[in-house]
């Protein structure tokens, strides 16, 4: 599973608007970003209280992905 995939998948499930989850990647020469687009509502429960889930994505983010290439998510 890829990494959009895979926070795609969690963010569905974590949100009330599951069709207003949008994912966009954008890969760098190391680097690869994911954009993360939710409603405006469900804002708060990906990010979580003190960024708990945002920073629990990232390290599953960390986990799937390859050593050789740095993965940053950015909630928007």
Same mark, same amino acid.
Request: charged letters at 35%; one cysteine or more; glycine letters at 8%.
């Given at each position: 599973m890829k !990494? &959009? @995939?895979l926070? @795609?998948?969690?963010?569905r &499930? $974590? *949100? !009330? @608007?599951? #069709?207003?989850?949008?994912?966009? @990647?954008?890969? =760098?020469?190391? %680097?690869t970003v994911l !954009? $993360?687009h *939710?409603? !405006? #509502?469900d804002? =708060? +429960? *990906?990010?979580?209280? #003190? =960024?708990?889930v945002a920073?629990a994505i990232?390290? $599953? $983010? +960390? %986990?799937a =992905? +390859?050593e #050789?290439r740095? *993965?940053?998510l950015?909630i &928007?």
């Open positions: !990494e &959009a @995939e926070v @795609e998948y969690i963010a &499930a $974590l *949100v !009330e @608007e599951p #069709d207003a989850v949008s994912v966009k @990647e954008i890969r =760098g020469a190391n %680097v !954009e $993360l *939710v409603a !405006e #509502d804002m =708060g +429960r *990906v990010i979580g209280k #003190d =960024g708990c920073n990232r390290t $599953l $983010l +960390r %986990v =992905g +390859r #050789d740095r *993965v940053v950015e &928007a």
